[in-house]
């Protein structure tokens, strides 16, 4: 178990060690593979409590499919059905969707519905 940010930032050290050892080739009864497998998981378990990731808000969510998706605000906006401003309203937080506009954009933008509806 990891203690505190100096072990921490040590193990870190060691597994970028170890990762330039370790392949998908390397057979998993390797002394430095099985190092690597046992110190990710103490790394793992030590970030879930001081590093935890939160769920990303809506705007942050629409930001990022818009990137993957390579749409504009004015695309979205036609894919949602909701005027620009709207779009804009909801990328500033200014503006929560309704029902049906939160349907859309868990259905064309394939984001979460948890994520939509803030659940």
Do not use: C, F
């Not at 879930?48 to 749409?71: C, D, Q, V």
């Not at 695309?75 to 506009?101: A, D, F, Q």
């Amino acid at each position: 178990m990891i203690q505190n940010e100096h072990q921490y930032n040590a193990i870190m050290k060691r597994i970028d060690e170890l990762l330039e050892l370790v392949d998908d080739n390397t057979p998993t009864t390797d002394k430095n593979y099985i190092e690597l497998d046992i110190l990710s998981e103490m790394v793992e378990k030590y970030e879930e409590i001081h590093y935890p990731i939160g769920t990303p808000s809506l705007a942050e969510t629409i930001k990022l499919r818009m990137y993957e998706m390579n749409l504009t605000q004015a695309k979205v906006s036609e894919l949602i059905e909701v005027s620009p401003s709207r779009v804009s309203e909801y990328l500033t937080g200014k503006s929560e969707p309704t029902l049906k506009v939160a349907r859309n954009i868990a259905q064309k933008l394939n984001i979460s519905a948890n994520i939509v509806l803030g659940v």
